[in-house]
């Protein structure tokens, strides 16, 4: 037996154990299932307003949920996790669709370094890491530009929602004219507001939902001097006239520490890509210089804990350049 082979069968006994432990542990237990069977009684016998409007909002979100999305719910153990991050991106996309965009990523690549000459192993790991950071990233660089929108925009909302409540609006009226007047993603956000609003929800817990979905500091702020001035009273237009100039200054900063940050940036970006640009170099110059290294076991697990050791690098560096305001 070759060792590309053992290799290969390890591999697959270690990942089928992965396999069953998720799918041990990523069941209900009874707790859980006992939680929902008294959740469902208080609903079916309950006469207040509240409960039964959470109970329709939970059979409208299980009505967006796809066979994917089912297909997939008993293999996920945070499957609330992942949908509130797909949320956040602001695009229709289930937990079944991101699953098997997943699954389908990590064959095609892994068939496509096959095809390239690599070892098998050596082709499924490559195939695996980029199937699965690939989708990752996809979904990270889609909420931080989603999230960089809102902040950019949010300032003007609150100014907008100053001069309403000055104008003699009250907040849900001025929210309204938020929605519609400011473009892109906070306009959808507080459309968003309105119509929790409207189907029985109140201001506190649609604003703390859309709080909760966001996870920005500036729209918990925002919530949070909403629920002290209603619980203190004094001039919400003027506070909120504040809490504008404050995140308009919040804002400012954070630019002002990305440019002083940005040669830093660069630095580590140039440092972690020369080794894979010289290794390129060298293997399109002689092939079979740096031929062992996809053929020689030893080559190959030296190269992965030296990736593995550059990745710890590139964590640090990113940390040490990340400052939070």
């Not at 999305?69 to 991050?85: A, H, Q, T, Y």
């Not at 100039?245 to 400012?252: E, G, T, W």
Request: charged share 20%; no cysteine; aromatic share 8%.
């Amino acid at each position: 037996m070759s060792l590309d082979v053992l290799i290969l069968i390890v591999a697959g006994g270690i990942f089928a154990t992965l396999a069953l432990l998720i799918l041990a542990f990523s069941g209900d237990g009874g707790k859980k299932k006992a939680a929902k069977r008294l959740s469902a009684v208080r609903e079916r016998h309950s006469d207040s307003a509240e409960v039964k409007t959470q109970a329709q909002m939970r059979k409208i979100v299980a009505a967006r949920e796809t066979k994917l999305d089912s297909m997939f719910s008993g293999v996920l153990p945070n499957k609330e996790v992942l949908r509130i991050r797909l949320a956040k991106t602001g695009k229709k996309w289930g937990v079944g669709q991101y699953m098997l965009a997943n699954l389908l990523l990590v064959g095609l690549l892994a068939g496509v370094f096959s095809m390239l000459g690599l070892p098998g192993m050596l082709a499924l790991l490559l195939g695996i890491a980029l199937g699965l950071f690939i989708p990752h990233f996809t979904v990270g660089f889609l909420i931080s530009r989603r999230t960089n929108d809102f902040t950019t925009r949010f300032p003007d909302a609150i100014e907008l929602l100053t001069r309403g409540l000055r104008s003699g609006l009250p907040i849900g009226e001025s929210v309204i004219v938020v929605g519609r007047e400011i473009p892109g993603v906070v306009g959808e956000e507080f459309r968003a507001v309105s119509d929790k609003v409207r189907i029985g929800r109140t201001m506190d817990q649609a604003l703390q939902e859309t709080a909760n979905r966001i996870g920005t500091p500036e729209f918990q702020f925002f919530v949070i001097t909403l629920n002290i001035q209603r619980e203190t009273g004094g001039n919400l237009a003027e506070t909120l006239n504040n809490l504008a100039d404050v995140l308009r200054k919040r804002q400012q900063m954070k630019l002002k520490i990305k440019a002083m940050s940005s040669e830093s940036k660069a630095s580590a970006y140039i440092v972690g890509s020369l080794p894979f640009i010289v290794f390129g170099l060298i293997h399109t110059m002689d092939p079979t210089y740096t031929g062992g290294f996809f053929e020689d076991s030893r080559l190959i697990i030296a190269g992965i804990f030296g990736l593995i050791w550059m990745s710890i690098g590139a964590f640090i560096m990113a940390k040490m350049v990340s400052f939070e305001i």
